[in-house]
């Protein structure tokens, strides 16, 4: 991936969070069916195509039937035993692991993200870049490294989200068309995803 770090070239971590326990849905989102595969398997197909420097996937709840049944080829997989309390404790856990420059979050359960977007993302100036869509602020988020120790404590679940609007941080917002990609918390939202409203 292109981008200036001390006029070299700055490499990216995709980080796909798949973590969850999926309590609303009341069973693994992960391994939902999905175009002949499962969700995950699509978003970690979409996260590919985004061609980062290093491939996370963070796992939790369901762990074992994931591995056994997502294609996690190219990925190195990391397990949170505290998933439960938020996927803060997911990108905490995954930040260690981390060696390029820049990190991209993803979520397991949103394949429609476009990865030109992506792209637009990791090229954005500040230390943090979301994308803007037309009905609001959505994944993919990008830190670069200044960020990697506020990532290091986040706790809860909207703790991306809270250090976003911190101001500890500049931050990009990357124009995306349409309105955000969905992400499957319900059965309503995977309803839609199935009948092609991937937005």
């Not at 970690?44 to 709840?61: E, K, P």
């Not at 692991?97 to 991209?104: E, G, K, P």
């Not at 803007?132 to 986040?154: K, N, T, V, W």
């Amino acid at each position: 991936m292109p981008g200036s770090v001390r006029g070299g070239v700055m490499t990216v971590c995709g980080l796909v969070l798949a973590a969850g326990g999926s309590l609303r849905l009341g069973e693994a989102k992960q391994l939902l069916p999905f175009r002949g595969r499962t969700l995950l398997d699509a978003t970690l197909d979409m996260a590919r195509a985004c061609a980062f420097d290093q491939n996370l996937v963070m796992l939790g709840g369901s762990a074992a039937e994931i591995r056994s049944r997502a294609d996690l080829t190219g990925f190195t997989v990391v397990d949170n035993p505290d998933f439960s309390s938020g996927c803060g404790s997911s990108v905490r856990s995954a930040v260690s692991h981390v060696r390029a420059d820049a990190l991209v979050l993803l979520l397991g359960d949103q394949p429609g993200v476009d990865p030109a977007d992506v792209r637009r993302v990791i090229e954005a100036p500040a230390p943090i870049a979301v994308c803007r869509y037309d009905d609001g602020l959505g994944h993919p988020f990008r830190f670069r490294r200044a960020c990697f120790g506020s990532l290091a404590e986040l706790h809860g679940d909207k703790a991306v989200w809270k250090l976003l609007h911190s101001g500890a941080f500049a931050v990009t917002e990357v124009a995306a068309a349409g309105p955000v990609p969905i992400d499957v918390d319900t059965r309503e939202d995977y309803r839609r995803l199935l009948a092609g409203e991937s937005r």
